[in-house]
């Protein structure tokens, strides 16, 4: 068994809420990330999804330290990247580069494409000698599928598309062993998202890269990653690999998810039944006790209010965990499953 | 980037092939021929076609000869050869404006007294464009407690009305007996300046914090890079746009607030000729020598209109939500 080459162990991340402009008064916390964990294999891809607000960004910024967690460690190679002094930290970001979602926000507009993609070099100096960087930039514009004579171009000329694909460049450049892609795809029309996910692949291909892959498009996240995890108000409620979480997920979260994917098929739209979550999102300032989920579960017993449920594993087969008290592995294409939230006989009589 | 040996046959056989960046291959590139558009070159291109712009331009243009040549404009007269015995005659067409109550021709000294109102203007500006765009951007990027302490300063600042403040500075610190243009010039730019950076700090610090969370400056700093790489190259350079036109109008405020200042005997002293002056000096002859009072204000007022006209034809330009 290979060791993971970034380990999460039970990350938190609150932001403190407070009143008051000059005595600052905090009257409670945004549990935005609340006791995540994961390990990331060496070459593999980390599906992250879940629905907004659910903490995943805070989680990509956590792993990018952008943010230094409130309590938990994060492992990279075995290093505990909170105890990196400053000029560490500055030499591990090598090693660990972001996608930013917004390629339209995330390219610098006064700079040009040349500058943006050669940023990194700039910053890290002892990479490259100063006469091989024009080169550089250019062939990393030829391998993310750009014409290189386009240096001197500013991102304003190009399409949304193109300019995910600089920002592309740009984590690409440093040789990074993981990149963190923050809904890479989301802000693109479906033909262009089509071309960059499989840029995505082909370079994890080509330089044996780990991806963190944070979406909430279940389609996007399924075609390219290895394992799937599912978050839900700050925690992951349910982790797997593609097959299992796809398939047969367990988690009634997950299942709720699964049923809105847009299936393109008539025959099989027709035969699905869509579970319809009621209600909205509890606050992440005042989550539910016990399972954070039970507010808007059609399983929901009195347990689900006194108890968290852990992360245990599902199945037999392995690499499938959830954190529900009623786990139920359901084919959601499956007829006689109850229907919707709505299912009254499953509620508890109150 | 599949097949190397494609690659080695599509890049010239006298080149040798040199080990590329990644591994990729690529044919050496062309240097880049098209013309590059930065969004400072759009603001250029757009600001061409428009007339307000070309006419303030032109207006400056003249102004800022006026300031560094006036000689073009006064055939060779000397504003300070007087002759009291042409006191307040009325304009001719010997002396187009006329002459003052000294016997100076008005027209000369009109011409030379843009000098120190143009100096005023121009240091004035760049001293709290200087001054309060670095408090603002100090504030803004940094945030938290240096914010406030920033923030209210400028705000005990900004409460203080520029002139009631110039005033203050000028009677405290009472002219001396130097004749010097320069000296003169710096003390009132000092006086105007040192009030005047507020509203320069205030832009700057709101634009600097729209910049500070932008998505590029998250990359910038995933990328590891200090802040004085991302303030130099992220966010001053996008959020100075709203300083630059907010420079442009004030300067026209200066000059008036110079004016002001010297008509109140306070500013610019005789002998330096500024329009303020020769309009303190016109003040009680208006009924009999009106002429002493109008050309010098019509000269301040066309400048302060022309610099606030560039100023709002650079705002429409660089504004890209008003387009």
Partial sequence: MPEPILRVENVV????????????????????????????????????????????????????????????????????????????????RRDIQIVLQDPYTSLNPRMTVGDIVGEPFDIHPSVLPKGDRK??????????GLNP??????????????????????????????????????????????????????????FNLTYIFIAHDLSVVRHISDRVGVMYL??????????????????????????????????????????????????????????????RCWKVQDICAEQEPPLVQIGTAGGQYAACHFPQERDILDNDVPTAALDLSEMPQE | MS???????????????????????????????????????????ELKSNKVFIISLVLIVVFLIMTFFPQVFTFGKDPMACDL?????????????????????????????????ILVGVFATLFTMLLGGFIGVIA?????????????????????????????????????????????????????????????????????????????VVAARALGAKNSRIINKHVVPNSLAPLIVLATISLGGYIGAEATLSFLG????????????MINDAQPYIRVAPFMLFFPAFFLSIAVLSFIMLGDAVREALDPKLR
């Fill in chain 1, 13 to 92: 991340k609150h932001y403190p809420l407070t009143r008051g402009i000059i005595f600052k008064k905090e009257i409670g916390q945004v549990r935005a990330v609340d006791g995540v964990s994961f390990d990331l294999m060496p070459g593999e891809t980390l599906g992250i999804v879940g629905e907004s607000g659910c903490g995943k960004s805070t989680l990509a910024r956590l792993v990018m330290k952008l943010e230094d967690p409130t309590s938990g460690q994060i492992w990279f190679e075995g290093e505990d990247m909170a105890h990196l002094g400053p000029k560490a930290m500055r030499a591990k």
């Fill in chain 1, 135 to 144: 080169r550089a930039v250019q062939d990393l514009l030829e391998v993310v």
């Fill in chain 1, 149 to 206: 004579e386009h240096i001197n171009r500013y991102p304003h000329q190009f399409s949304g598309g193109q300019r995910q694909r600089i920002g592309i460049a740009r984590g690409l450049a440093l040789k990074p062993k993981i990149i963190v892609c923050d809904e890479p795809v989301s802000a693109l029309d479906v033909s262009v998202q089509a071309q960059v996910i499989n840029l995505f692949e082909s370079l994890q291909n080509e």
């Fill in chain 1, 234 to 295: 700050g925690k992951i409620v349910e982790v797997g690999d593609e097959a299992s979480i796809y398939e047969h997920p367990s988690h009634p979260y997950t299942q709720a998810l699964l049923s809105a994917v847009p299936v393109p098929d008539p025959v099989g739209r027709d035969e699905r039944k869509r579970i319809v979550l009621q209600g909205d999102v509890p606050s992440p300032a005042n989550p539910p006790s016990g399972c954070r989920f039970r507010t």
């Fill in chain 2, 3 to 45: 097949d190397p040996n494609a690659s080695m046959a599509a890049a010239a056989p006298e080149t040798v092939e040199k080990e590329t960046y990644l591994g990729s291959d690529l044919p050496p590139a062309p240097g880049d021929k098209e013309k590059s558009r930065s969004l400072w070159s759009d603001a250029w291109r």
């Fill in chain 2, 85 to 117: 015995t042409k006191s307040r005659q009325a304009p001719s067409s010997e002396a187009w404006f006329g002459y003052d109550n000294n016997g100076c021709d008005v027209y000369t000294r009109t011409i030379y007294g843009a000098k120190a109102s």
């Fill in chain 2, 140 to 216: 803004g990027f940094f945030g938290g407690w240096v914010d406030s302490i920033l923030s209210r300063l400028t705000d005990i600042f900004f409460a203080i009305p520029l002139l009631l403040g110039g005033i203050l500075v000028l009677t405290s610190f009472p002219a001396s007996d130097s004749t010097n243009l320069y000296s003169e010039v710096a003390k009132v730019v000092l006086a105007l300046g040192i009030l005047g950076w507020t509203s320069m700090t205030r832009i700057m610090r709101s634009s600097v914090i729209q910049v500070r969370n932008a998505d590029f």
């Fill in chain 2, 266 to 277: 306070l500013g610019l002293q005789p002998p330096v000729i500024s329009w303020g002056t």
